[in-house]
């Protein structure tokens, strides 16, 4: 059986931890990244594959185009 629990904070996965330990289970613990970090990460990576992103070789190049 598989049971996700999210947004739980540290007392929560002792908690947990302590149960499973009673029932010889096991506990795994993953961390999400931030929800607008997930965005901006999906959105740079969708205009990366669009060709939206212009990279410079220096900054001179990048103020130039500025």
């Known amino acids: 059986m598989t049971l996700v629990v999210k947004n739980a ?3 929560l996965e002792k908690l947990v931890k302590a149960a499973a330990k009673l029932a010889n289970a096991s506990v795994s613990v993953k961390s999400e990244k931030n929800d607008k970090l997930k965005e901006a990460i999906s959105e740079y990576e969708r205009d990366k594959k669009n060709g939206k992103i212009t990279r410079y070789t220096s900054f001179a190049a990048f103020e130039k185009d500025m």
């Open 9 to 11: 904070n540290k007392d």
